[in-house]
């Protein structure tokens, strides 16, 4: 027979060893918060429940940097309205997305992103100097590095503030489809120290990379003809001015026309090689400026058809802007 005191201690082992492992064991939220997030964004996108979608979503996304979230994110903040944050994540997702999958639901976030844009306004905020962090309504968006910041049609405030300057700020009333140049330039403090500026962003340097789709390889191609073109304009125009200078000399010792078919002084043979070697050069630069002109002109009209054919999400918009301070014809998109 055992004690009351053993038989104690007996029961307590027995209820610790029932109950202990039972309490302890985790419950699925606790186990897996990420995938409970995304079945909770889930079933509230298939009930159309666009707000717990957005929460739950956003919550999702805090833990795991994924592309099919920021998109499916993207869709739920189109659907409550939140199209600033939408064109945002969208464009997010399809940036990150494999370059290998052109199917869904990539092409869901992509026509997402096209009813989403003409709703909201798109600033392109640059500052001097480079390193500013940039905050748009109280909201810090980092560094402004020529990239499209979306925002919803309204007044908004921009402001820059980096240490050892004066912070710099405006307001700007947009509306949707809008695409402003924003520039804040930020004056150093008196005597503050000077600060050597970063390399520039990666992403300011894709700003002049050309585009490999049709439309961008003659688009770049027609810039190649223009800078050809010029180059060749003024090269000729020197040539001529070279060779009209030496005429002028000629004529003034008595040069004829036909002076170098049978040379007679006071032309001598050198003057005769020197006025046909820089018609030659003449001649040869203003052929290349006709022909560069040309290519110009075919490249140039072959690309406004490609423009026309294939505009693409960010395709070119051509725009009448009208301001207190002026107007003018602006045009804006990818190219």
């Known amino acids: 027979m055992l004690s009351r005191g053993w038989r104690s201690w007996l029961a307590a082992g027995v209820i610790g060893l029932c109950v202990g492992p039972a309490s302890a064991a985790p419950g699925p939220a606790a186990d897996e918060p990420l995938a409970g997030l995304l079945r909770a964004g889930a079933e ?3 009930s159309q429940r666009w707000d717990a979608c957005v929460d739950s979503l956003t919550a999702a996304a805090a833990l ?10 993207g869709l739920c903040e189109e659907q409550a309205g939140k199209f600033a944050l939408a064109h945002g994540h969208l464009s997010r997702a399809l940036e990150s997305a494999p370059a290998s999958d052109a199917g869904d639901p990539w092409k869901k976030y992509q026509a997402a992103l096209q009813r989403v844009r003409p709703r909201v306004a798109l600033l392109i905020v640059t500052t001097d100097p480079t390193s500013a962090r940039v905050i748009i309504d109280g909201r810090p968006v980092g560094q402004a590095d020529g990239r499209t910041i ?7 405030t921009v402001a820059a503030r ?27 403090r008196p005597g503050a120290p000077m600060q050597l500026q970063p390399p520039m962003h990666p992403s300011v340097s894709r700003l002049f990379e050309p585009a490999w789709t049709p439309r961008g ?3 770049t191609l027609a810039y190649a003809g223009l800078a050809t073109a010029v180059v060749s ?6 040539f001529e001015a070279h060779y009209q200078s030496l005429k002028g000399a000629l004529d ?3 040069f004829r026309p036909d ?5 007679k002084p006071p032309v001598t043979a050198a003057d005769c090689a020197d006025i046909l070697s820089r018609a030659g050069a003449r001649a040869t630069s203003a052929n290349v400026l006709i022909g560069s002109l040309v290519t110009f002109g075919v490249l140039s009209g072959a690309a406004g058809l490609a423009m026309l054919l294939d505009r693409g999400p960010g395709g070119p918009k051509v725009t009448a802007t009208v301001s207190a301070d002026g107007g003018g014809i602006v045009v804006l998109g990818s190219f």
């Open 44 to 46: 509230a996108m298939k």
């Open 64 to 73: 795991q940097d994924s592309p099919a979230t920021w998109g499916d994110l």
């Open 150 to 156: 979306a925002v919803e049609p309204g007044t908004h």
């Open 162 to 188: 980096l240490d050892g300057h004066q912070d710099e700020a405006v307001t700007r009333a947009v509306r949707a489809g809008d695409m402003p140049n924003i520039h804040l330039w930020l004056k150093p």
């Open 217 to 219: 390889v003659l688009v």
């Open 233 to 238: 304009g003024a090269t000729a125009i020197g």
């Open 252 to 254: 003034a010792k008595g």
């Open 259 to 263: 002076a170098c078919v049978e040379v």
